[in-house]
Each structure stands twice: as C-alpha cells, then as structure tokens.
C-alpha cells in the first residue's frame, strides 16, 4: 500500500503523493455528490473592534482579532456594494492587515502617520457591486443557492415552502450577494470537502481508478491498458453517480429544492 502523504519515498509514493489532493478536488467538483453537500450558514466578512494605532508604527492594537483576514481593509466605516471606502486619520489610505499577530495585535501593510483610537471595520475590499460580502469556508469546493430565508405553511399533514431565490457572486474566498445580515446570517448549500472518513466506498473506488489513471500514463506507452483503465473508471463512475443520485433528499411536495441543480448535469 503506498502513502499518499509523502511518506513512502519510493518512485510510485512521490507521484502519488503529488497527485493526491488535486486529483480528489478535482473528483469533488466535478459532480454534486451528496455525500459532500452541506447547508452552511455565513457570517459577514468584516470585524468591527476598538482600534490604538501609533505614529511610525505598523502595529495596531485592537480589542479583538477573532474573524479577521490578511487583506481586510483597516477602515473607518463598513462600505459595501462598491462605495468608496474611506481610512481613519493617520491611516494611509489603502492599508490592509498584513498579519494577525495575536488576539489583540495585527501588523498592517503600511505605518500610520499619525497616532489615534476609535471603533475601525476591518472589512474585505466589496467592489462587486453587491451589498454585502460573506466568508466562505476554507474546504469549499462548490456553492449554489436556492433559498435563504425559507419559511413554511404547514397544512396538515402537508408542509408549503415558501422560497425566495437570490443572486450571489463567489469570489476568491468570498460570497457577495444582497442578502442582509440583519435578518440572520444566510445559509447557503455547498460542497465541502468532509474528510476521507466520510467519503463512500464508490467515491473511493472511482478516486482510486483516476489516480492509477494518471500514474500509469507516464510510464506505459500501452494505450490498451490506458483505454482499460479509462473503461473502469467510467463504469465506477457511472455506477457512483447512481447510488448519489438515488441518495438525494424527496422533500414532501415535489419540492426537493436543496439538492435540485439548475445548472444542469451535475
């Protein structure tokens, strides 16, 4: 059994191991399996704390560093939707985090000019054009959304859904989308990726064949076995992606709206 970490310094483990992760991000994405849909709810990517920054330094101290992101803007008020975002006094304009320190310090990308305190947003630069910006989760590997603020009516024994479908953009670690937060954080449906541990054992096969795939085709110039194993892994594939299908949610009514796909084919 060869390690797909790395650990095996042999021929095979080092090509498996460079392999690996794009090879399984790439299985993650190409289709919407079931197994990896969940609905996530997001916060608002800005951070709002009090602030003391001194002349000459870059070294800021605030009240809390729980939430922020290298690149947020240090601003005087949250912007969205485009508008001009405007630095507090002493702050050049433009100045980012260029790193958390620890709980109460970040380092920004330039000095400050001159001393100050104050309440500062520490916000991503929104010029989507949307209104509000969302952090994305780090093992996103897909997004849609149908419904965010579903209500119900229930009419025994029947339940009505009562949807509204909104727009959004996803950019670069960020969801921006209309959306206010006022009214709860939206939830969207994603595909993350949830681990190995919770990958079925038809994923897994399907993984396998792609990754014997790709190590074979530098050292065989047998296009027979190569043609093989494409047939295999088509067949695992299909046979996958039917146990997937077969998975998905019957909500009642004939409304399974969080695993419907308005793309078509995935």
């Given at each position: 059994?060869?390690s797909?970490t790395?650990?095996d310094?042999?021929?095979y ?10 090879t399984?991000?790439?299985e ?6 079931q ?11 800005q951070v709002t704390?009090n602030a ?5 330094s ?5 009240g809390t560093?729980?939430?922020m ?15 001009q ?10 100045t ?5 320190t620890?709980?109460t ?7 400050a000019t001159?001393?100050?305190t104050g309440?500062?947003v520490?916000q991503?630069?929104n ?8 952090t994305?989760?780090a ?6 959304i149908?419904?965010?603020?579903p ?9 009505i ?9 996803y950019?670069?670690?960020?969801i ?5 937060p ?10 993350l990726d949830?681990?190995?541990?919770q ?5 897994v ?10 190590m074979?085709?530098p050292?065989t ?8 194993l ?11 992606q039917g146990n997937n ?6 909500e009642?009514?004939g409304?399974?709206?969080?695993v419907e796909?308005?793309?078509g084919?995935?």
């Amino acid at each position: 059994m060869t390690s797909v970490t790395g650990a095996d310094t042999n021929k095979y483990g080092q090509m498996l191991s460079q392999l690996y992760e794009l090879t399984r991000e790439e299985e993650l994405r190409s289709y919407k399996w079931q197994f990896a849909i969940k609905r996530i709810q997001v916060t608002q990517a800005q951070v709002t704390t009090n602030a003391i920054w001194t002349a000459g330094s870059t070294t800021m101290q605030v009240g809390t560093t729980a939430g922020m992101i290298a690149g947020w803007l240090v601003s005087s008020v949250l912007i969205q939707g485009g508008g001009q975002v405007a630095f507090p006094p002493g702050i050049p304009t433009g100045t980012t985090i260029l790193s958390i320190t620890d709980g109460t310090h970040i380092v920004m990308s330039n000095a400050a000019t001159a001393g100050g305190t104050g309440v500062l947003v520490f916000q991503v630069n929104n010029l989507t054009g949307y209104w509000f910006a969302y952090t994305a989760p780090a093992n996103l590997r897909g997004i849609d959304i149908y419904a965010v603020f579903p209500n119900y009516t229930f009419v025994w024994p029947f339940k009505i859904q009562n949807i509204v479908e909104f727009g959004f953009i996803y950019e670069a670690g960020y969801i921006y989308t209309n959306l206010d937060p006022g009214n709860g954080n939206p939830i969207f449906e994603m595909v993350l990726d949830p681990g190995a541990a919770q990958y079925p054992a038809d994923f897994v096969e399907a993984l396998s064949c792609r990754l014997a795939m790709k190590m074979c085709r530098p050292s065989t110039k047998d296009e027979a076995v190569l043609k093989n194993l494409d047939a295999e892994y088509q067949g695992i594939l299909m046979r996958a992606q039917g146990n997937n299908q077969s998975e998905a949610s019957n909500e009642e009514m004939g409304s399974p709206w969080w695993v419907e796909d308005r793309r078509g084919g995935r």
